[in-house]
């Protein structure tokens, strides 16, 4: 049948790879037309073809649970099992964006933990857009490291539950993988040497201008600014407080003018009985 696995695939995570995919994703993907028309009978050699026509990523959107062409190919991938070369080939692919995505995300899937962060974390340095097609079926621009950083740390990615992967610093401490080289830890240490190289001048005039634009400083002085700023409002408070007390004494003494002459000119008036 074309939905089933190949018989001489192996297990993956101690079950059948296709598994991996929830059942009810899975059955929206038997059913879909890309599935039947392009995915059938397809080979490792010929879903390179196929992953190089791809426009964006995803998992399923609209009420009906569609599947996208990303999720399509990796389903296709969990029933080849292709060897593992091939998709090393695939995450290091440069000239396709979306050939690459498709490797790590299959690498996620299906690799060890060890070969998630070695394979994975060097496609951090990419910073290339990727079209992301979301739940509504609406498309957003996302980047290729945040899409791998969201495989790293992500429990759930293209609406795939991910397999548990070890945590780092558990793998740096039992020797299996090499401590974490941050990809800036050149451009800091050529910012280091050429400072040594400038003037002592430069270094002076660097030095006062971060002292006074330190942190510490511009908190401080933030502060001042905040308390004259209170300061001020509740001298116009009180201001305005005394304002509005004079005025309403002083329409008071008016109202209580004004009742007062009126009583006088109604007793000295000459029709009052």
């Keep these: 049948m074309a939905n089933r696995t190949v018989k001489d695939a192996k297990t993956i995570h101690g079950t059948n790879p296709q598994y991996l995919i929830e059942k009810i994703i899975r059955s929206r993907i038997y059913d879909n037309k890309f599935w039947k028309e392009e995915c059938f009978a397809l080979s490792a050699e010929l879903l ?6 791809m426009r964006f990523i995803g998992g399923v959107f609209g009420g009906n649970i569609k599947p996208t062409p990303f999720l399509c190919l990796t ?12 998709i090393v080939e695939f995450i290091k692919n440069e000239e396709f964006k979306y050939v690459r995505a498709l490797g790590a995300f299959y690498m996620r899937l299906t690799g060890s933990s060890v070969d998630c962060y070695k394979y994975l974390e060097p496609l951090l340095a990419d ?6 097609q979301n739940r509504e079926g609406k498309f957003e621009l996302i980047y290729m ?32 993988l090499e401590p974490k080289v941050s990809i800036l830890e050149e451009d800091i240490e050529e910012g280091v040497e050429s400072s040594d190289e400038e003037e002592p001048t430069e270094k002076r005039r660097e030095k006062e201008h971060r002292e006074k634009h330190s942190p510490v400083k511009e908190k401080r002085r933030d502060r001042e600014r905040e308390k004259r700023n209170r300061d001020r409002n509740e001298r116009n408070r009180r ?26 000119h109604r007793s000295r008036s000459p029709y009052r009985k």
């Excluded at 389903?75 to 091939?86: A, F, G, V």
């Design 145 to 176: 490291d945040e899409f791998i950083d969201s495989l790293l740390r992500e429990e759930r990615v293209c609406d795939v539950i991910l397999p548990r992967i070890q945590s780092r610093h558990v793998l740096e401490e039992n020797n299996e």
């Design 75 to 86: 389903l296709k991938m969990l029933q080849i099992q292709p060897e593992k070369d091939i």
């Design 48 to 53: 390179v073809d196929k992953a190089m026509l």
């Design 127 to 132: 910073s290339r857009k990727l079209r992301r």
């Design 239 to 264: 201001d305005r407080d005394r304002g509005d007390r004079r005025d309403r004494d002083r329409h008071r003494r008016s109202r209580s003018h004004d009742r007062e002459r009126s009583r006088r």
